[in-house]
């Protein structure tokens, strides 16, 4: 069983950039598709970024596009989400998640997620 682990959140001023990193274990990761959702207090959980498990596509919410990008490290079982111009909106909970697909193909949607990480807190002062 895959289990997902976030690092990197902190708080950072507008503008400011922070890199998300999610670590797997299990020697299967490479078979998974991986997203980024966010969760701002009483929001419901929202869709940022997802990757296919070749990495050749990439999948992003309007609002980061153009400011955050997704990549991975299948051998360091990593994914990581690199943000620039952080907002102040930006401010929430970022988890990650993780399903096993049989083709690569991006996920989008939040239901079709079996694994999630504990989540990491991302602030974003004005």
């Known amino acids: 069983q895959v289990q997902l682990v976030e690092s990197g959140g902190g708080l950072v001023q507008a503008g400011g950039s922070l890199r998300l990193s999610c670590a797997a274990s299990g020697r299967t990761f490479s078979m998974y598709a991986v997203g980024w959702f966010r969760q701002a207090p009483e929001k419901e959980r929202e869709f940022v970024a997802a990757i296919s498990w070749s990495g050749g596509s990439t999948n992003y919410f309007d609002s980061v596009k153009g400011r955050f990008t997704i990549s991975r490290d299948n051998a360091k079982n990593t994914v990581f989400l690199q943000m620039n111009s952080l907002k102040p909106e930006d401010t929430a909970v970022y988890y990650c998640?993780?399903?096993?697909?049989?083709?690569?193909?991006?996920?989008?949607?939040?239901?079709?997620?079996?694994?999630w990480g504990q989540g990491t807190q991302v602030t974003v002062s004005s």
């Open positions: 998640a993780a399903v096993r697909t049989l083709a690569p193909r991006v996920v989008s949607t939040r239901n079709e997620y079996a694994l």
